[in-house]
């Protein structure tokens, strides 16, 4: 079957709609990542003005080397790595189709990276990609970019899964998907950090289906005792949902929340506290989408979103505040502007429509939005 994306012309087995994993023997191709594929190619047209030496890019988990064909077709130096064979040649045709140069090999893509020095690496595995976060941070010069689909692990609702794949406890709350998405940076920075290197976050965004960062690499140890001093531990309250970050490498939770008093205290950790994105580079990833990806719309609304995002390690939902407080939901707008009213900061979350970070706490987002339902 016959695919255009981006402007770039492919051939795929048949498109699953709605396929997360891969299941079946044919080549996999995930009609629903387009988004992710186009936010890549934004990406890298934007790294490379802020790292012009980039140019070799591994796709390195590449079935049908859609990726691989779009970076090719920006300009990058592609390699498309599969460990299928019927996917290797599918990749290679279609790169041979685009004209666009680059080849696929048939290789692991763990002794590939290990193998060859490339100046970006895309990893973008079935579930986690954990078993290929050592090879891609030992060797890489500029950029990993990182996609996980094991998005239950990852935000703590299968505990036991996290805990193994990432080396830290995922706990299940009402901010999941950014749960995951600093588990899973968290997990990126430590793996970054025995190769002395800094992996810096520089765009991170998560839906229901997966989680996607890119990590900046600066070779500098110092940088990256720096950014392990952005690790560290949230306490989470179960009744009240009040929350708190300790920025360190040793938990000291508390006995009790600090705002009902209740010894129902959730600890997750270590996990990434810092940034998830850089604000500027947003910006200028978001000026890269243009009108040829058919995510065009919904991937600008999403970068803009993004652009202004608190930094806030944590998340709340509008809806799960106001059903606890037995109060009716109001309009997202109406809401933030109560709480910024009140002297706080507070943006929509681009998880989804109801999600906002805020430095308020929970006391005082509960206070500054009381008369909008008066009759709670
Ligand atoms: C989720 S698919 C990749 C999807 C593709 N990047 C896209 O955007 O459509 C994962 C691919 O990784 C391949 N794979 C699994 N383990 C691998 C390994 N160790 N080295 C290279 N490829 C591997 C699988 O054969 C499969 O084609």
């Given at each position: 079957m016959h695919v255009s994306e981006g402007g770039v012309d492919i051939e795929v087995p048949d498109a699953r709609d709605g396929a997360s994993e891969g299941t079946g023997d044919d080549v996999f191709y995930n009609p629903t990542q387009e988004l992710n594929r186009d936010v890549t190619v934004?990406?890298?047209?934007?790294?490379r003005e802020r790292e012009p030496r980039a140019e070799s890019y591994l796709d390195a988990m590449a079935a049908s080397g859609i990726r691989?064909?779009?970076a090719a077709a920006e300009g990058y130096d592609v390699t498309c790595a599969d460990l299928d064979a019927d996917a290797v040649e599918l990749a290679q045709s279609n790169l041979d189709a685009a004209g666009t140069g680059g080849e696929a090999v048939h290789r692991n893509a763990n002794a590939l990276m290990y193998d060859s020095v490339f100046d970006v690496v895309d990893l973008d595995p079935f579930g986690t990609p954990m078993p290929f976060a050592d090879p891609a941070f030992a060797n890489?010069?500029?950029l990993v970019c990182v996609t996980a689909t094991d998005t239950a692990p990852l935000c703590g609702a299968h505990q036991k899964s996290g805990i193994r794949k990432y080396g830290c406890v995922?706990?299940?709350?009402?901010?999941?998907?950014?749960?995951g998405l600093r588990v899973l940076v968290g997990a990126m920075v430590r793996t970054a950090?025995?190769?002395d290197k800094a992996a810096v976050p520089i765009l991170s965004h998560a839906t229901r289906h997966y989680a996607r960062t890119y990590l900046e690499l600066d070779e500098r140890a110092t940088k990256a005792d720096e950014l392990l001093e952005s690790t560290g531990f949230v306490y989470h309250c179960e009744d009240c949902l009040h929350r708190e970050a300790e920025y360190s490498l040793i938990a000291h939770p508390p006995e009790e929340c600090s705002n009902c008093g209740s010894t129902r205290i959730l600890e997750a950790g270590p996990i990434w506290l810092g940034p998830i994105s850089d604000a500027e580079f947003v910006e200028s990833v978001r000026d890269?989408?243009?009108d040829d990806f058919g995510s065009a719309k919904r991937a600008r609304r999403m970068l803009d979103t993004?652009?202004?995002e608190l930094d806030t390690p944590t998340h709340f939902d509008q809806h799960r505040l106001c059903k606890l407080w037995g109060r009716s939901a109001s309009k997202m707008e109406e809401f933030l502007d109560a709480v910024r009213d009140a002297?706080?900061?507070?943006?929509p979350a681009h998880y989804h429509g109801t999600a906002f970070k805020t430095d308020a706490t929970v006391a005082e987002i509960r206070e500054a939005t009381a008369h909008l339902d008066p009759e709670a």
């Open positions: 934004a990406v890298l047209r934007a790294f691989g064909v779009r890489t010069r500029d995922p706990q299940n709350t009402d901010y999941h998907p950014e749960m950090a025995r190769y890269e989408v243009t993004l652009a202004v002297g706080f900061d507070a943006t």
